[in-house]
Nanobody
Framework: QVQLVESGGGLVQAGGSLRLSCTAS????????MGWFRQAPGKEREFVGA????????YHADSVKGRFTISMDNAKNTVYLQMNSLKPEDTAVYYC?????????????????WGQGTQVTVSS
């Protein structure tokens, strides 16, 4: 089993920044892909970005390109989501996830392990 714990959510004004962290423990996730998703009330879970565990290729959804950056720190078993120029429509619960195969597609069902989520609220 893999445990994923997110942190760093909170309330921020539009235009502000937050950095989310997700630390993995338990079974090794070396070779996995790590992703961030978000889900706003009444909406489906949405892919935000993903990165290989080794920290190579990164993928970002069009809705966040140029504003959000995903990165890895293998030494700390932690994946980050740096969020800049936040907008009210970025308000959601943000989830960290890991998957062995198909994770690059950004499809939620390709991810095997999920964190509990962290709330991000952007006020206008």
């Amino acid at each position: 089993q893999v445990q994923l714990v997110e942190s760093g959510g909170g309330l921020v004004q539009a235009g502000g920044s937050l950095r989310l962290s997700c630390t993995a423990s338990g079974r090794t996730v070396s070779g996995y892909g790590m992703g961030w998703f978000r889900q706003a009330p009444g909406k489906e879970r949405e892919f935000v970005g993903a990165v290989s565990w080794r920290g190579g290729s990164t993928y970002h959804a069009d809705s966040v390109k140029g504003r959000f950056t995903i990165s890895m720190d293998n030494a700390k078993n932690t994946v980050y989501l740096q969020m800049n120029s936040l907008k009210p429509e970025d308000t959601a619960v943000y989830y960290c996830a890991s998957g062995m195969t198909g994770w690059r597609t950004g499809t939620a069902d390709k991810y095997d392990y999920w964190g509990q989520g962290t709330q991000v609220t952007v006020s206008s």
